[in-house]
């Protein structure tokens, strides 16, 4: 049942298939866990199996990146190049939270194709309908709807029956922890044989790697992680982004207000879009360490690049055509600039635009580079040739090819 | 006996300190080791103290981050970017393997001059004499010379008679071993209570993370980090640089041959100089991903800016001015221009330039933003302050400042 999707062929071994995408799951958290001993399944996996790093899709944003993982691709192909872009020929900015804005296939839409059973458990229900896009006959469930979303064509009331227990609050450590308690039901259950499980970065956004409540996030993940390999399943982790703190030493966020700036600068007209801008602020407050901006006819675009290159935080700024090239990005979905900004800096709008009092603890987030590697583990060792292929430029995006194609004893 | 160093002041703990520079060692080295089992010392202080990731200075060169490390301070102020450069007042590339080239004093030989009893134990004699600038009184050993400087205002004859065992070949594990063994002896024969010991990268450079290679030697390197530990010694260990490989799939070098190309666009007058160049060419054959590029005067540098910015692999290409500012590089000592190269990808001058036939095995390197991030060790938890100064944009030099300030019980 080997199929083709975006170019790139995929030949999944007999064996039931697992990809977790741990977002935000700075490879730091991991090491903080293992080396305290509170991973013993997943590290057990990473001695045994494979572990290294693997760089994502750029903006590190996480539905940037689950839909390059499940397409195999990256945004340039898949369209989604964050959260909100400008439809510059209607002029209104745009959510891109819906399954319409993915411009290709997805691989799980092909496996179940194929005749895989296909599951797809996400935390946030929207990310679950873009990651159902084109699939036909699998199992797709958000923790966000567990008790809502009808299950009955699969043999289970709702995703709630399936595991036993309510659907928790999005905001919690309990929301990642159950989709991969569903994950793990769908398997023992043998509904799903192919499946793909995104968390959400609530406790990340929240805590540092070695903070005590990431340390028991973790433990409770790995527990889950066991449950997965316990079925005797393939299970690859990888990432959507990584996470970094963003503040000053007071705690206050570290913030360039990039249309201020430039309105000082230009005057009115220049639109700094944030593209990492979702429903869920609580987690970031619409502030991330990426920027599209777009710059009105009147002024020369590499007049602005100067200017934003030359703000002290700022990273990286490119204009479209460098983005397209650079960043694997879609251009019609970009501004005619995009500007990166440090380790510990995010770009802002306008002081007004964000509502700070709505950040729980100290800003902590992503979105730039420093937050574009993140780890790949697989339960499975993989064959000589894609172990020389993980040795070079290994993607986050290439999860599945890896699994599919990759592993040992196939 | 607090002092003041590059205007960053210094108030050691009342115990034996040791910094580790663990050349080459990308994280992903500790994590291989450390998931086998294979570091159970290193994983117990990482543990127990403090682990994270902190950012190198840039160029991620040997030279240039031992120089930063050991002053605290990055490459603006150290005035070593590299291993070579092109004295433009007298057009000769010079070889900055010399202390002549520090431009300031370092925390070593600041700590010698109040009373410390220091000790600097390298691989290299190069690094040994630069490192030593300034200092008076301490015991500095390297174990390419390991036979041959006469120790005996120390009590001992020479580091061979101290360690009890011949000096190996700079081109083996054994040369790192030999390091910590050195400060082992040094620490536990009460001869210096204020150490810096700088590794060799000749096995990172040969072995992947998870290559047996590697994974044996990082067991012997734990054996010896534990035998600092029971001196009751605070150690911390960071690296220079981490490491990728920088090869295509078939095993061949994946060069930009940066030279060939702008002469071809430009003809001739471009002077491509690759800073890594080094006498230890086995290692990596004069390839690293970071190039200075000297403009003659009658070209436009913006023009070949942009040229090198469409460079299939090239990350970042800076402007001088640009490269002080954000790669904190001294600005007498670059070119006109800077360019970086990706994960997998070096930049070489001419394919005449670089004999290929000394490179044992595929080619992997370092230089570019992807050997950026480093590991950072200590064997004690950090104060609160400490903690949140490494939550941010934590740097590899800053590390004599987490442990002589930053410690826990000080």
């Known amino acids: 049942m080997a199929f083709v ?11 039931k298939l697992v990809v977790i995408c741990l977002d935000g799951s700075a490879d730091e958290y991991l090491d903080a866990a293992f080396d305290r001993g509170r991973m013993p399944r997943l590290r057990e996996i990473a001695a045994t199996g494979y572990r290294g790093l693997a760089r994502c899709a750029m903006p590190s944003f996480t539905n940037v990146n689950n839909t390059a993982i499940v397409s195999g691709a990256p945004p340039a192909v898949t369209g989604i190049s964050g959260n909100y872009f400008l439809d510059t020929t209607t002029g209104q900015e745009v959510m891109m939270n819906d399954a319409s804005f993915l411009r290709c296939p997805t691989i799980l839409a092909a496996a179940g194709g194929e005749g895989s059973r296909v599951g797809i458990v996400t935390a946030k229900d929207k990310l679950r309908e873009i990651l159902s896009s084109g699939l036909t006959n699998g199992i797709t469930v958000s923790v966000e709807k567990a008790a809502e979303l009808d299950m009955s064509a699969h043999g289970f009331e709702t995703a709630q029956t399936l595991v036993g227990e309510p659907g928790p609050s999005i905001y919690s450590a309990d929301a990642s922890l159950y989709v991969l308690k569903t994950g793990a039901a769908l398997l023992e259950r043998n509904l799903a044989d192919f499946l793909y499980l995104s968390t959400t970065d ?4 929240s805590f540092s790697h070695d903070e005590a409540g990431a340390l028991e996030f973790y433990t409770a993940i790995d527990k889950w992680i066991g449950r997965l ?20 030493p007071d705690g206050s966020p570290n913030i360039i207000y990039l249309e201020t700036e ?5 005057g009115k007209g220049i639109n700094v879009l944030l593209p990492i801008t979702d429903p869920y602020v609580v987690h970031h407050g619409a502030l991330g360490s990426f920027a599209t901006i777009h710059v009105p006819s009147g002024l020369d675009v590499t007049t602005v690049k100067d200017r934003i290159a030359g703000i002290d935080g700022v990273t990286e700024v490119h204009d479209r055509e460098t983005a397209v090239r650079l960043l694997e990005l879609p251009g019609d979905r970009i501004g005619e600039l995009v500007a990166l900004s440090g380790r510990d800096v995010v770009i802002g709008k306008t002081p007004e635009h964000h509502d700070l009092t709505v950040l729980e ?14 780890p790949m583990i697989l339960s499975r060792r993989l064959s000589p040739d894609y172990k020389a292929k993980a040795m070079g430029d290994l993607r986050n995006f290439d999860v599945f090819d890896l699994i599919c194609n990759g592993t040992e004893g196939k």
Do not use: C, W
């Not at 999707?5 to 064996?15: A, G, K, L, Q």
């Not at 603890?361 to 993140?374: I, Q």
């Open 202 to 205: 609530y406790i990340q956004h």
């Open 262 to 266: 430039l309105t000082a600068a230009f």
């Open 229 to 248: 390999v316990d079925t005797g399943a393939d299970v690859a982790l990888t990432a959507d982004h990584g996470m970094n703190a963003k503040h000053l």
């Open 361 to 374: 603890g100290a800003l902590r987030s992503h979105g730039g580079r420093y937050e574009e590697m993140v």
């Open 5 to 15: 999707v975006n170019d790139r062929s995929y030949d999944p071994p007999d064996r």
